[in-house]
């Protein structure tokens, strides 16, 4: 994590190669949101080392034949992630600088502004597509973003925007050349609360959301039955298996 002088803590998601959302790399998420919080930064910008991926969205070698209790941390250290995030009171902003699929998504829609990068890259949750399916608060946090309907249509489908597509239905807000350019479009977002007292920005921002915040919080451990219940079952297992072995095939070529 870096935070820069103009007090913006710039976090830079570095888990070679495409950041997937592992045990690890989520608690590590949870302790620089904590951090951001306690430094009072002005403001915190989500980014990516990798030059082509922003996240791969969660590991799929957590969810594959896990082992009971990891799984279980897991879920729930993830349902921490996003608390933190969706929930923070600092403003957050994504500089989407590659792919940001299924959980990439997630993290991307949590934060209050998306600038992605121009290219060949997409953005959506995939999760029907796998077989599995995406739980409430990463369709929530869709909803929260782009018009219900399309929201639908892209959830039941498992779609992957492309940036003009994203760009076109509200699912990022601006696009930039290069990931300076990202940051400087996210410091720019940031720096509009410049002269709005934090406390009321925050308590509004906690109002705005709290409605979907509060089916999380009051629901969690339904929520992990669900995933733990879904994941252990033989069709999920399958599915993961043979979406495995299709992105191994498609990486050794
Ligand atoms: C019941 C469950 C409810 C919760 C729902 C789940 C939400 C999720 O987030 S599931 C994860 C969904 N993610 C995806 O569908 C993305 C899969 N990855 C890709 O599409 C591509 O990797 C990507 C476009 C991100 C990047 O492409 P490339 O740059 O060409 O990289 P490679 O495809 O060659 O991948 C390199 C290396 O990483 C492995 N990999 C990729 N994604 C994941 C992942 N999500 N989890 C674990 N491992 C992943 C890939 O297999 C390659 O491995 P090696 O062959 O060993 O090099």
């Excluded at 620089?32 to 989500?46: E, H, Q, Y």
């Amino acid at each position: 994590m870096a935070v820069d002088n103009d007090g913006i803590a710039v976090v830079t998601l570095q888990r070679p190669p495409v950041n997937s959302l592992n045990l690890d790399l989520l608690q590590a998420m949870n302790n620089t949101f904590d951090d951001v919080a306690k430094n009072k930064s002005k403001g915190m910008i989500l980014t990516s080392a990798s030059p082509t991926v922003f996240s791969a969205g969660l590991d799929i070698m957590e969810m594959y034949k896990p082992d009971p209790k990891r799984v279980e941390t897991f879920w729930v250290t993830l349902q921490d992630m996003w608390l933190k995030l969706f929930g923070a009171s600092f403003p957050t902003a994504a500089a989407i600088n590659g792919h940001a699929p299924a959980g990439g998504c997630l993290i991307a829609t949590s934060c209050e502004y998306r600038v992605m990068l121009s290219g060949k890259f997409t953005i959506g949750l995939n999760e029907t597509a796998l077989g599995i399916v995406a739980p409430t608060w990463f369709q929530d946090s869709l909803r929260h973003t782009i018009p219900t309907r399309q929201a639908e249509i892209a959830l039941t489908t498992g779609k992957m925007f492309t940036v003009d597509e994203a760009l076109k239905v509200g699912l990022i807000d601006e696009t930039a050349a290069d990931k300076a350019e990202a940051i400087e479009k996210c410091k720019k977002f940031i720096k509009r609360f410049d002269k709005i007292p934090s406390l009321a920005r925050g308590m509004t921002k906690q109002i705005f959301r709290q409605e979907v915040l509060k089916k999380l919080l009051t629901n969690r451990q339904a929520d992990t039955k669900q995933f733990l219940d879904l994941v252990n079952q033989p069709k999920v297992q399958q599915s993961l298996e043979l979406y495995l072995a299709m992105l191994k095939q498609k990486s050794q070529k």
